[in-house]
């Protein structure tokens, strides 16, 4: 049996959660076709890091340490990691669908001479093989792909495959290795963090999203308008439009922005592709508002509005005016 090996991220020195998420993701790909779990973490100082996932896995660690991982580069993580994973010659090398996953994964495909399958949602068996399911055309529509034989590099999305929140009878065993890998082309000169208060999308009990259907940044005065509406709400933003510059990227919701999980989520002029259902699919109740009926985001909503949300929402405000009288 070939073993399979996750590729374990770390924010600020800890775990990131996606981390844990690709661990039980790892765990059903072995229900299908077994094979020892080996998780590999890489930094500058991965010590703590890889004790406390192997307490928590119950999953032995590799802890890669190399002096030059302290910020990260794609051309490091491929060849660091393509110098520890080949020898081992694993059937499968999962790593968390993030920002720096997908960035580096497909290029550690090429140097292990494997295949790769991105943003993978969904796990099943057929006729026989393992079949892998990720959305593709902006999430209109669904592929399944079975791997192909030998080793297959696979980029799991965020909130696909939750964490196991049964402890381990026994926690994994940390090996500490040195590694001199060094990307020639180029180095991380540092991190500047957002100087916006990102806390209350994570404390929010109301998030009110706005996509690139609401046409312009000056509609979200009417997005502010609706999260007003609630106690205890924020307002929040698709990448697009974080990326137009409309929102502060401290408000993308996402695989590349924050994940969330409030009681209510109303989702405006979002088309609902997987990068972004990833980030708030786990919402207690979501509410989409879309002129497109055909929409994906509708595939996943509670309840859907299709209508211009700037005729919909300034009615709705003001019948809630009329029966609550706000």
Not at 104 to 109: E, T, V, W
Not at 128 to 143: C, D, E, H, Q, V
């Amino acid at each position: 049996m070939k073993p399979i090996v996750i590729i374990a991220e770390l924010e600020s020195g800890t775990p990131h959660p996606a981390s844990f998420e690709a661990v039980s993701f790892a765990r059903a790909l072995a229900r299908l076709e077994p094979g020892p779990l080996r998780i590999i973490a890489f930094g500058a100082d991965v010590r703590n890091a890889a004790l406390e996932i192997a307490a928590k896995t119950g999953v032995d660690v590799s802890a890669l340490e190399n002096e030059h991982a302290a910020g990260y580069t794609a051309g490091l993580w491929k060849e660091a990691l393509a110098t520890s994973i080949a020898p081992l010659d694993p059937r499968f090398v999962v790593v968390p669908h993030t920002a720096r996953g997908y960035d580096f994964a497909p290029g550690l495909a090429v140097r292990l001479g494997a295949g790769c399958v991105t943003a993978v949602e969904a796990l099943q068996m057929d006729d026989g093989a393992i079949g892998l399911t990720r959305s593709a055309f902006g999430g209109k529509a669904l592929m399944h792909i079975v791997p192909p034989e030998g080793c297959t590099v696979l980029t799991v999305l965020p909130g696909a495959f939750p964490p196991e929140e049964a402890a381990p009878a026994a926690p994994g065993a940390v090996t500490i290795l040195r590694n001199n890998a060094r990307d020639a082309r180029s180095r991380a000169l540092g991190r500047t963090a957002s100087e916006v208060e990102t806390a209350s999308l994570n404390e929010a009990e109301v998030i009110v999203a706005a996509g690139r259907g609401i046409g312009k940044k000056e509609n979200l005065a009417l997005i502010r308008a609706l999260a007003a509406l609630f106690p205890r709400s924020a307002v929040a933003g698709s990448r697009a439009v974080c990326d137009a510059g409309w929102l502060e990227y401290a408000r993308q919701v996402g695989v590349t922005g924050k994940t969330v999980s409030p009681r209510l989520y109303i989702a405006c002029g979002i088309s609902g592709t997987a990068q972004h259902v990833a980030g708030m699919k786990n919402a207690q109740t979501i509410i989409a508002i879309n002129t497109d009926p055909g929409a994906p985001i509708f595939n996943i909503a509670h309840y859907g509005v299709a209508e211009d949300l700037t005729r919909f929402i300034p009615l709705f405000i003001e019948a809630c005016g009329k029966v609550y009288k706000v």
